[in-house]
């Protein structure tokens, strides 16, 4: 089955400086790579996707790179601020008919002041 | 829009007790998915379900838990004779389609059992 790994596992950055997590997936056929922000006490909150037709995605300061050939994924997060703390999830999915998702172990990022 | 919805948000329970977490997912989403959180771990699968049915449950132990979608009213997720290391976060999503689409996540119900 699919296994999804991440890292760094903790990620310090001063506020204004960028932060890159990365993930690798081991299943060929997977083709949606969703990345997930989670806070405190809360559920995971979708922040962007990727899909494998597509080697780049940009959302304001968040942007998204999938290299298929590799089989990895990374989130790239600019001009970081304080209210970009939390936990970092990537996932994989083979995209057919309710795949579910496989997750990364997370990423605590924080961004100091 | 009320995003996903999951209750309680907290829940103790005693061992040998059992647990039933309730799910409602977003407006015009037919689609279910339970995930269970251990403390400083990732998301882990546990069943997907859509109206009235069970679609992929490989993700859940074979004993104590079940999972149902009835046509009316939550999802519901069943521990039965709770165990200490059922103690966990468990998250609800829920998504339009099947189909590589997006999974929009509950707050959660935190399942403490003493």
């Known amino acids: 089955g699919e296994n999804v790994e991440q890292h760094p596992s903790t990620l310090s950055v001063q506020e204004g400086d960028s932060a890159v997590i990365k993930c690798t997936y081991s299943d060929s056929a997977s083709n949606y790579f969703p990345w997930y922000k989670q806070e405190l006490g809360k559920g995971p909150q979708l922040i962007i996707d990727i899909r494998s037709n597509v080697g780049e995605k940009k959302d304001q300061r968040i942007a998204v790179t999938l290299n298929k050939t590799a089989k990895h994924f990374s989130l790239h997060i600019t001009e970081t601020q304080p209210e970009d703390s939390a936990v970092y999830f990537c996932a994989a999915s083979k995209g057919n008919y309710g795949q579910n998702f496989v997750f990364g172990p997370g990423t605590r990022l924080s961004v100091l002041p | 829009n009320a995003g996903v919805m999951q209750n309680p948000r907290h829940l103790v329970r005693r061992r040998g007790q059992e647990a039933r977490l309730r799910c409602s997912p977003m407006?015009?989403?037919?689609?279910v998915y339970w995930y269970r959180q251990l403390p400083e771990e990732g998301l882990k699968f546990m069943v997907y379900?859509?109206?009235?049915?069970?679609?992929?449950e490989s993700g859940m132990p074979k004993e104590r838990f079940s999972a149902e979608f009835p046509k009316e009213g939550p999802s519901i997720l069943r521990i039965q004779q709770v165990v200490r290391g059922d103690s966990a976060a468990y998250f609800c999503a829920s998504s339009i389609l099947g189909e590589a689409s997006e999974q929009y996540f509950g707050p959660g119900t935190r399942l403490t059992v003493t």
């Open positions: 379900l859509q109206k009235e049915n069970i679609i992929d």
């Open positions: 407006k015009g989403h037919s689609h």
